[in-house]
Nanobody, 128 residues
């Protein structure tokens, strides 16, 4: 069984930083891509950033230059460093993973429907 558990969310002021973590357990050695997604109230879930096993990353335009995705050892852990947060970043952030391959040269990361495994999410609230 695969389990993904997010942590690190919280309440911060605009301009501050947060670091999210995702701890993966189970058959993580079969993961080929992982990602962070977010869902704000009334909005659809959207890709924030993704990373392949080899470390190739994709970012949503809204977070480029502010957020950085990274992997720990053997895809057991994934991180999202979020800097210069704005109220528009307020959302529940989800960790997700897929076994199927994802090209290092893809122009975008996996969509919501491309991911097979999901965590329960961690809430990030940014006050103005």
């Amino acid at each position: 069984q695969v389990q993904l558990v997010e942590s690190g969310g919280g309440l911060v002021q605009a301009g501050e930083s947060l670091r999210l973590s995702c701890a993966a357990s189970g058959t993580v050695f079969r993961f080929n891509a992982m990602g962070w997604y977010r869902q704000a109230p009334g909005n659809q879930r959207e890709l924030v950033a993704s990373i392949t096993r080899s470390g190739s990353a994709n970012y949503a335009d809204s977070v480029k230059g502010r957020f950085t995705i990274s992997l720990g050892d053997a895809m057991n852990t994934m991180y999202l460093q979020m800097n210069t947060l704005t109220p528009e970043d307020t959302a529940v952030y989800y960790c997700a993973a897929r076994w199927g391959p994802w090209s290092d040269y893809a122009l975008s990361g996996p969509g919501v429907d491309d991911m097979a495994y999901w965590g329960k999410g961690t809430l990030v609230t940014v006050s103005s």
